[in-house]
């Protein structure tokens, strides 16, 4: 009798090793499909979202893109004195950073009947997984070139990871006349309102040495690489996501109509705080690049809280900010709606754009998508020709 039940045991035994063994087998077989056939390099955290926004070509372009920002790792210094990063001077496959620090060809010496634009932005500018061909600056060149087919046209990409209006300025101010500007085009919004909902309307401190950037305003994509492996798997992911959006639609959808919690007051003067700030930087900015001979044009960018119509994958992105940042969907929108258009400084609420598309533009809640960034680079062409025209015309007489 005991003989058998201590076989009854074994068996036991042996049927939980089999099912874990099994349940093993299903977890690897199930990580290598995601990985090889759905995210693509989850080493390099493509992000969920990523792949179901992005083409099978357009996958492929990220994930190289990711690889290549990977093996520069520290990309980014400061500039003692001053809270303009930049980044050094590296080429690779996806990306060349020039001596000035920013994305594109070394410039060269303007040419006579030339009209430069630099385009200052964050990584939404700088196209950071994104082909050359298809980042916002391209698309406004490309644009602007078919309109003034005797003139050169040249628009630099300027644009920088986590860069708010608070450095573009100094960094315009700085490279202005360097770069013999003719226009300073600054899109920003995404990073201004992002630090101050989570930092407060304070001044950035300027850096003191080049080693002390501060690294983590940028992605470090190297340190996604250091995680444990569960971090890292596709399968977690995939769990991890299907959970937050789950949980967070049914923990909001009793608290209002749209979803989204109510802004204490303290955050409401905050957000009216930084909407006085940003009118007041563009202004000031405007009046010194003008005495220096240049244009100032500004684009409020368009949010994933201001779009109408969202995707399935952009409403879960959506709830999610109700788990993860309680009351940032509101705040946003707070923000935008204080963002009126003005001529003195030239100033666009880029907010409606995304109107009457339903597909994916936001894929991770941040950045674009290809064919985002490039509505985006016409819509903001569209905007910019009307004045063009106005200042040659002003030029030639």
Known sequence: MKKNKRIDRIRSFKGILIAMLMLFVLFAVSEFILSNFSFGDTLNNIEYYASIAFSEDELKTAIKARED???IDRRAVGIPGTVIYRYKKVRTESFNFNSFGFRGEEPQK???NEYRIGLFGDSRILGIYIAEENTIPFVVQKR???EFPNRKITVFNIGIEGYELMRAIPLA???SEKLELDMALFYSGTGDVNYSF????IELPPFKTEDEMDQGVIDNINDDRKKPFFQRSAVVKVIKEAFW???AQNMVS????DGFRPL???FEARADELVLKLKTRMKKASELLAAKGIRSVFVFSTFLQSKKFWSSAEHNLIYRNEIAVPGLNNYVLRCVAGMSESEDPVMFNQSYVFDGYSETMFYDGIHFTPTASRIVGNDVADRIIPLLKEYLKQESN
């Open 264 to 266: 204490i007051p303290e």
């Open 144 to 146: 602007l070139q078919e």
């Open 69 to 71: 920002l990977a093996s």
């Open 245 to 247: 959006s789950d949980s």
């Open 198 to 201: 989570n930092r407060g309307n």
């Open 254 to 257: 009793f608290e209002k109509e």
């Open 110 to 112: 303007k040419e006579k």
């Open 173 to 175: 101010e700085l490279y």
